[in-house]
């Protein structure tokens, strides 16, 4: 079932860390003993300010990610960073549409779609996060919200081989209420066929479909037997040495 698809995990750093504190951070994830880029694509996001220093120190065999850029070409967009600036930099990856920029920001669907065509033009890949707020997820809407998100960024997004879509619940994200295993199962398989319907067999059965929302050491194992599950977008524990039980959770063979 998850032929083809490589177990991807992200640590979202978010608005955290001093120039000490990254670099312990960096100290204890290039120590660490973890399975190949093969098999696990790490991939850590720091605040813009720390992405070079980061770069610089990290293990060649883990990437780094930005956790947001503006939605077209650089320019006068004061307090901004573009796109074009992170391939400047070599910073290969990109978080866009998560949950705390769409709320506190009000980055609307249309808005982090735009972000999305854009960042993938100029050659960045995307970790696109959808997910729905605790009142739509009690008044049964989930699916409708999270594919109302896919969907403006299929709108506008025909290859879909640079995307990791990360499923984050709004009301699992740093409260410590993870989503069972079985209702990240549901939406992520429902994503999958939301997928498959818009954008073709091949794209939904390729496309890395990922969870976040309050994952630790102690849960990631079972949410990572999910057959839909593909990685995790963590944020709270990938600051902390658990982050590499997080990387090694991926134990089950999926691939019969
Ligand atoms: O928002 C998240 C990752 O992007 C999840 O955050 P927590 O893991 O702290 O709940």
Not at 172 to 180: E, L, N, P, R, S
Not at 231 to 255: H, Q, R, Y
Request: glycine share 8%; aromatic share 8%; hydrophobic share 45%.
């Amino acid at each position: 079932k998850k032929m083809g698809r490589k177990f991807f995990v992200g640590g979202n750093w978010k608005c955290n860390g001093t120039v000490a504190e990254v670099k312990k951070i960096v100290t204890m994830l290039n120590e660490a003993e973890v399975p190949s880029e093969d098999v696990v694509e790490v991939v850590v996001s720091p605040p813009f300010v720390f992405l070079t220093l980061v770069k610089g120190l990290l293990r060649p065999d883990f990437q780094v990610a930005a956790q947001n850029c503006w939605v077209c070409k650089g320019g006068a967009f004061t307090g901004e960073v573009s796109a074009e600036m992170l391939v400047n930099l070599g910073i290969p990856w990109v978080i866009l549409g998560h949950s705390e920029r769409r709320l506190l920001l009000n980055e609307s669907n249309e808005f982090v779609a735009d972000k999305v065509a854009y960042a993938l033009s100029v050659g960045l890949k995307v970790i696109a996060c959808v997910g729905e707020t605790l009142e739509q997820r009690e008044s049964g809407s989930t699916m409708a919200v999270v594919a109302e998100q896919t969907k403006a960024i299929a709108d506008k997004v025909s290859n879909w081989a640079n995307v990791v879509l990360a499923y984050e619940p709004v009301w699992a994200i740093g409260t410590g209420k993870v989503a069972t295993p079985a209702q990240a199962q549901e939406v992520h398989y429902e994503l999958r066929k939301w997928l498959q319907d818009s954008a073709g067999a091949e794209v939904a059965a390729s496309t890395r479909i990922i969870y976040g929302g309050s994952v630790n050491g102690a849960n990631c194992k079972e949410l990572a037997a999910q057959p839909d599950v593909d990685g995790f977008l963590v944020g709270g524990a990938s600051l902390k040495p658990e982050f590499i039980d997080i990387i090694k959770s991926d134990t089950v063979k999926k691939n019969v």
